[in-house]
């Protein structure tokens, strides 16, 4: 009953004209940041952070989460209506939602990806609200050797992203991995992987880079191959009627939306993990767990709205550590402790003493922003299915554009610009050839996290592998993921020796 009278005080401060002008400015800013391909939460705080440090800590702070909250669910915008993913944590959504859109379902795939961004919101704030003492705690019990179990698993789920072809996914996982090792050791800070000391490849190879090479430019070659030159405009339509028909269709991806949901929220509380390892998680999940995986890849719904409602849920997630511990939960709240730091505000255990008027204020804003976000992409929808119905003559200039922004924002290096544009004819050979793309981006993501966490593991062990199977938490994951790896390779050669 504490935390419930806790919340109402929340939507007192929250539910002020100014605070509330604050969720709408900042949700609405936020998707279209979003949709913007390379720009993303990221970029969007810390852009408009020194431009709101004149008002009151709450209100800034609200704003700011609003943002950020109006960017998960702009990320999956571009996704879906052009294949370039608007930011890391919509990746996975790309995956089917772009092929939703090819066969005139872009509404469907929209309200899918608004409708999961608002489940994954709501029951990550509801677990906020609940448990945020509690799960600190939890997230702080989980070291190198715990997060290094964790991306074995969620290496060992997305196996099966490559289908029934189990060497071609693996080749897959392999290139993703080598590309996530170029740039500087991170023990000793040689340089390793840089292609005779090109002085670009120094940074490593940024994944939105890869991302939107593979799915921005190598769509855009794909589609003059296949269309012969001749590409019809997708017969896309948007009714009422057809946004409450795909609402009655998702029901029956409830259990997948909550499965992400829960999942996200699990991973965004891990110190440095964030939203994008979290909806790729989810995404290969959803595929392991379906009775007709192979659909995955083609159009299924599922595959939206599983990393829609896992990067949402990650999102309030990854806010809790910061919250509680001081410890930023992903590179967008990083930014906001930062600008905690300036308002005069010390995150840890005492805020929700010292500054209660503050923490549950910021709390209730994020449902108003939730359930906001989910209003405004709804009303947009009309506006996004436009964009298919230009020509393509017009359509592939702006989506060529779109990817040299996206590519040049992270870094702002022409390096990255020429990289991306070799990773689109990367990803169109791939596409040919019949390798999976999705294992290759995902690993790209995870390598980092996975190699970070193994390193430190050993250091603290002396090199002893045994670390990962002496804890109880990292024992249990490391066994499972062996598990889940030897399935589809027993099956393999199964198969090979009955043909």
């Keep these: 009953m504490e935390t419930l009278g806790h919340l109402m005080d929340g939507f007192g401060v929250a539910l002020s004209w100014f605070n509330f002008l604050m969720v709408i400015v900042g949700v609405t800013l936020g998707l279209f940041i979003g949709a913007m391909p390379g720009l993303g939460s990221v970029n969007g705080v810390a852009i408009l952070l020194p431009m709101i440090v004149q008002v009151p800590a709450t209100s800034g702070i609200i704003f700011l989460g609003a943002i950020y909250y109006g960017a998960m669910y702009g990320g999956a915008i571009s996704s879906i209506m052009l294949g370039i993913p608007g930011a890391s944590t919509a990746v996975a959504t790309t995956f089917d939602g772009r092929p939703m859109a090819r066969k005139g379902l872009a509404d469907q795939a929209l309200v899918a990806a608004a409708s999961a961004s608002f489940v994954g919101g709501t029951i990550s704030v509801v677990l906020f609200t609940m448990f945020a003492p509690p799960l600190a705690a939890v997230a702080l019990k989980f070291g190198p050797p715990e997060e290094f179990a964790l991306m074995l698993l969620a290496f060992a789920t997305f196996i099966g992203l490559g289908g029934d072809d189990i060497p071609k996914t693996f080749f897959s996982i392999a290139i993703g991995l080598v590309l996530s090792a170029v740039g500087l050791d991170i023990v000793s800070g040689e340089p390793r992987l840089t292609f005779f000391d090109i002085s670009g490849f120094l940074h490593g190879v940024n994944f939105l880079v ?81 009775k007709n995986p192979e659909t995955f890849g083609e159009g299924n719904i599922k595959g939206v709205a599983a990393p829609e409602a896992a990067n949402n849920a990650a999102s309030t997630g990854s806010m809790l550590p910061m919250l509680t511990l001081g410890i930023p939960g992903s590179p967008t709240t990083a930014i906001l402790l930062g600008g905690m730091v300036i308002w005069g505000l010390e995150p840890g255990p005492r805020l929700f003493e010292t500054e209660p008027q503050f923490v549950w204020g910021l709390i209730a804003s994020l449902y108003i922003a939730n359930f906001f976000s989910l209003v405004v992409n709804i009303a947009f929808i009309p506006a996004f299915i436009s964009v298919l119905k230009t020509p393509f003559t017009i359509l592939a200039p702006i989506i060529f554009i779109l990817c040299v922004v996206g590519g040049y924002a992270p870094t702002q290096d022409m390096h990255d610009v020429w990289l991306m544009f070799l990773f689109g004819v990367v990803g169109y050979l791939m596409r040919k050839l019949d390798y999976p793309m999705a294992p290759a981006v995902l690993a790209i993501v995870l390598g980092p996290l996975a190699e970070t966490s193994m390193r430190q593991s050993l250091l603290m062990s002396s090199g002893s592998p045994a670390i990962f199977f002496n804890r109880p938490i990292a024992a249990a994951i490391t066994v499972i993921a062996i598990i889940l790896l030897a399935l589809p390779l027993i099956k393999f050669f199964k198969n090979k020796r009955t043909s």
């Design 210 to 290: 890869l991302a939107i090479g593979i799915y921005g430019i190598g769509e855009i070659l794909w589609t003059l191959e296949t269309s012969g030159g001749k590409v019809e405009m997708s017969q896309a339509t948007v009714s009422v009627k057809r946004i409450l028909a795909s609402l009655k269709k998702l029901i029956g991806s409830i259990w997948t939306m909550l499965m992400g949901s829960f999942l996200g929220f699990f991973v965004g509380i891990l110190p440095a993990a964030g939203a994008t390892p979290g909806s790729l998680m989810a995404y290969g999940l959803a595929k392991s767990l379906d």
